[in-house]
């Protein structure tokens, strides 16, 4: 190897430009006779080749061509401002105005964000049950760099996470990246989406690293009643399992429903629950997202706070001028706003139910939160389909409807829908999902009830 060696000349400590001395010593590798490599060999690293997004994978390799004579409507994307129908408050607005025109927040920001931004974070879902410091909170860009910051933090390359299934795919893209392997627990839609806690606890083992928790859920906007989650907590507890609690639909429940957070029920089991602004104020581009650790038992100790912290400084955090505005988007944002917004989402799933329970050959499973609806084909009654992803690219190519295949969940033979979309676009979706339905549903032998519908 070459070695350097700096020279100074005088006293001072800090050598001036003309004072520096660089001599070489040893053979220079730029003669060609050094040991480097004869020839190029660039290849991705185990963690790009491992990244995998189920979602990707399988829409790009559809054969996504719409009906030319049809307007196409996208009933498959989870962002609630594509078609500019659900505005985000003029406070909100107002708030990042405010923060930019300040000149206070062009700089950088602690890599865990700003210490007056993690107080409002933590003062605003701080409760007797479940306490929050700002010590206790790590700001990220977006809920989905909190979960990944939860995941790596939490496992090892060969250790196991728990995932539901059907499940939001990012979990596997990350899990797999990192060489950690997942394990699929099922919910039940019979039970509005439940989870079979007997098979989840089957899948325990020594090497589980955590149990991850979506609620309310993407894709299938169920929302798990306190009881319910009380039963999670006792698995979790049992077999000494920490949970991610991937909580970004927060408070995004229709009327007749509540969102408990889990923290607020558990003293045992450490929890890393992770939000952000995305949803609910309805502006997933501005990036910033949180993890809140609750860990009334100790048992994170110091070790998983510190690790959060050094896996934050890998990047230099979120937007400072978010953070700048977070006061006022949290205190300053109308209730008429949340209410108006799921108002306008519970109107549509009601909607979009009803119409596609009406037709013969699908189960819709009524959601009770977030922005979807799951639908279960009944594929012995559609033969000439192989599958929930041949159905869906039908549905597209001859109504130009796209809806993303259960199977981008680890879930087969249903379809999710998003409700975000305006009322006569979703009435029109629905009329042309009942055309498609109508033309390839054969009555299958045995089921002659539900023919006579």
């Known amino acids: 190897m070459d070695s350097y060696v700096i020279q100074t ?16 010593s040893g053979k220079s590798s730029m003669s060609g006779k050094g040991k480097g490599r004869k020839r190029w060999s660039v290849k991705p690293s185990d963690m790009a080749r491992n990244t995998f997004n189920p979602i990707r994978a399988i829409v790009d390799s559809m054969k996504l061509k719409p009906n030319p004579d ?19 408050d003029p406070e909100i607005i107002q708030a990042m ?14 890599s865990t964000g700003f210490l007056s931004s993690r107080e409002q974070i933590a003062s605003y879902y701080s409760c007797p049950e479940a306490p929050l410091e700002a010590k206790d909170v790590i700001l990220t860009s977006g809920c989905s760099q909190a979960i990944e910051l939860c995941l790596s933090v939490l496992a090892n390359p060969g250790q196991n996470i728990l995932v539901p299934r059907p499940g939001f795919s990012l979990y596997r893209t990350l899990a797999e990246s990192f060489g950690i392997e997942i394990k699929l627990y099922n919910l039940l839609p019979e039970k509005s989406w439940e989870i079979d806690l007997k098979q989840l606890e ?16 993407n894709p299938c906007g169920s929302v798990f009643n306190k009881s319910h989650l009380q039963k999670i907590l006792a698995v979790a507890a049992r077999h000494y399992v920490p949970i991610l609690a991937d909580e970004i639909y927060r408070d995004m429940v229709f009327s007749d429903s509540k969102f408990v957070p889990l923290a607020t029920l558990s003293s045992n089991v450490p929890i890393l629950s992770c939000g952000g ?26 070790e998983i706070r510190d690790g959060l912290v050094k896996l934050s400084q890998r990047i230099l955090g979120p937007c400072t001028v978010v953070q700048g505005a977070l006061k006022s988007i949290l205190y300053r944002t109308p ?9 306008f989402l ?20 009524r959601p009770s939160g977030a922005m979807y609806l799951m639908v279960g084909i009944e594929m012995e009654n559609f033969p000439e389909f192989e599958n929930d992803v041949e159905f869906t690219e039908r549905l597209i190519a001859e109504q130009s409807v796209q809806c993303l295949p259960g199977t981008c969940f680890e879930y087969r033979n249903f379809f999710r829908v998003v409700i975000t979309v305006p009322e006569v676009m979703m009435l029109e979706a629905c009329s042309r999902i009942q055309e498609f339905c109508e033309q390839h549903y054969h009555c299958a032998e045995g089921s002659q009830e539900e023919c006579d519908k």
């Open 9 to 24: 000349n005088g006293n001072s400590s800090l050598p001036s430009v003309l004072d520096v001395h660089v001599s070489l």
């Open 70 to 88: 049809k307007t196409m409507i996208t009933l498959s994307i989870g962002d609630p401002t594509v078609f500019g129908n659900l505005p985000t």
């Open 97 to 110: 105005k405010d923060a930019l025109d300040s000149g206070k927040y062009n700089g950088y920001a602690p």
């Open 202 to 217: 089957s899948l325990i083992d020594e090497k589980t690293a955590c149990l991850i928790i979506n609620n309310p859920s």
């Open 277 to 302: 602004l995305a949803k609910r104020w309805l502006v997933p581009g501005w990036r910033l997202g949180w993890i809140l650790i609750h860990d009334q038992g100790d048992i994170f100790g110091n």
């Open 335 to 343: 209730q008429e706003f949340y209410q108006n917004t799921m108002s």
């Open 346 to 365: 519970k109107s549509s799933a009601d909607l979009c139910y009803g119409a596609l329970a009406a037709i013969p050959g699908l189960r819709p499973v």
